[in-house]
């Protein structure tokens, strides 16, 4: 008698003299025989007027039923729980023999898993993992601008953008009345990555020409400007002037 997994062949060899003839109406002394369950084949041997008779059992035994891998999407740097099942003994090709092994790969990577029932029968299965790049969000550098002034703002390094003040454009334009700190959140399908930038507002200087005068035609007089605020300052007269008096 034989005994095989589900999906094997049986090899059936005869001895003897004579015409053989199987149940199967194989007429072959030797045959492989692949029954999806339990199979008793009977075999006739038959010499001149003789006959003889002899029956083989190929017992099929099941493979483990596992329930098939769904493949996986990460990001660069994180790591996956892969879980099989099917029961018995399991051998994955990273040489782990749990049921559940955690990978982090480098790249888009199959990982391979052998599960072994107690007949020794086993059945496959392969899962891939794919392995996305984070994109490297870049916000930009930090900006000076006058209060009342508008400053351009502009990301890279990513597919998707999504700044804290709720605009997805790669550009935005912000006036803030304030020093403010500006982020960005640049994705790439499910990875992401932030970056900062600062917006600082410098308070504008006041300035003073002096008082208005009359003076006589021919006559000079000097004019002085004055600046409050954070210095130091540059003058500029109209007509053209770069002195502050």
Request: aromatic share 8%; hydrophobic share 30%.
């Amino acid at each position: 008698d034989v005994t095989i997994c589900e999906g094997d062949s049986a090899p059936l060899s005869a001895n003897g003299n004579g015409s053989f003839l199987w149940s199967n109406g194989s007429t072959s002394q030797d045959l492989y025989v692949s029954p999806l369950v339990s199979t008793e084949y009977y075999l006739t041997v038959t010499l001149g007027t003789c006959t003889a008779y002899d029956t083989v059992l190929v017992t099929v035994n099941p493979n483990p039923v596992i329930p098939s891998m769904n493949d996986e999407t990460i990001c660069d740097g994180d790591s996956v729980l892969l879980t099989s099942g099917g029961g018995g003994d399991y051998l994955w090709s990273t040489g782990d023999t749990t049921s559940s092994i955690n990978v982090a790969p480098y790249h888009t990577n199959d990982y391979s898993v052998t599960v072994t029932n107690s007949f020794g029968c086993f059945s496959e299965d392969t899962v891939t993992v794919n392995v996305i790049p984070v994109p490297v969000a870049n916000a930009g550098p930090d900006q000076n601008i006058c209060f009342g002034q508008s400053a351009t703002l502009c990301a890279s390094g990513g597919g998707n953008y999504l700044w804290n003040t709720g605009d997805t454009s790669a550009c935005i334009i912000v006036s803030p009345a304030d020093t403010m700190e500006y982020y960005v959140t640049a994705s790439n399908g499910s990875c992401m990555s932030t970056d900062t930038v600062i917006v600082n507002v410098l308070p504008n200087p006041t300035a003073d020409a002096g008082l208005s005068q009359t003076i006589l035609q021919g006559d000079t007089t000097l004019l002085s400007g004055a600046g409050y605020g954070t210095g130091p300052y540059i003058y500029t007269w109209t007509p053209d002037s770069s002195l502050s008096n």
